[in-house]
């Protein structure tokens, strides 16, 4: 017996899809479990710890990024494992975990799936799991929550860019990275627990969910056309390569100020103007291929 938590709103209605089409195929194989839906912001918190506490071996959530950040917040302790079925609109977690696109095949990849300990991250007191970043990504989210009605995926996120690109202006950052501080301004910064972001941006293709160090990748200013160029290169995760415009750096804590910054935590954006980033002592167990 399981439980399935479905975010009602994840995707403008692709959960629900989603769920129909899951339940339909479980049903068919004789599978015991049960479907419970959020009814508010912060409900999935509530319905995993739930779970957690009964002590069950499984939970499985169908949304987006934000299903899953709830989700992980509320099983967070405990030895309840933990099942994404890619139902939102980015499904950028799902896609660090090695997951199928197609949800029954995301389904039936999990149901055997070994259990494994991921890391669980903080900026300040809030737990994040995938990718926090300043600077050019948090202005690019702002402007694709405004069009997410356009669809699913990565398109939202290149309408963002293209707006973006013709309003911001580089920030003036001050990093602190393994007891080094650096200032000077830069186009974004971006700290990965997780690969993907942006629907489906590789930001971070060396990062791993399970060993205990952060990546942080800092990009420096530089023009618009330089910044269409490099768009292809974001999406295959190859940018890494342009050593004189990207560094990447591997830590268990950073701290990233700036005046008036703003950040995107797992794709919600907050007012942060000090940030410390690290490793949380605890652990997620997740459902991995």
Known sequence: MFTIIVNTIAGHGKALKVVARVEAWLKERGQDFSVVYTEYPGHAVELAKACGDRGDDRLFCIGGDGTVFEAANGLAGSDTALG?????????????????????AAMETLLSAPVRAVNMCKLNDRVFLNVCGAGFDVEVVVACNRVKHLGQ?????????????????????????????????????????????????????????????????????????????LLPKLIDGSYIKLTDWVEHKRCRSVRISSPGMRMQIDGEVSEVEDATLHIADQRLMMLMP
Request: proline share 8%; net charge positive; glycine share 12%.
């Open 84 to 104: 994404v079925i890619p139902g939102g609109t980015g499904n950028d977690f799902a896609r660090s975990l090695g997951l199928p696109k197609d949800p029954v």
């Open 153 to 229: 995926g990565m398109l939202p996120y290149l309408y963002g860019v293209f707006y973006t690109l013709f309003t911001y202006k580089p920030r003036h950052f001050t990093i602190e990275l393994d007891g080094k501080v650096r200032q000077g301004p830069l186009l974004l910064v971006a700290v990965a627990n997780g690969q993907y972001f942006g629907g489906g941006m590789h930001v971070a293709p060396m990062a791993r969910l399970d060993d205990d160090l952060l990546d942080v990748i800092m990009v420096q200013p530089m023009s618009r056309l330089r910044i269409l160029r």
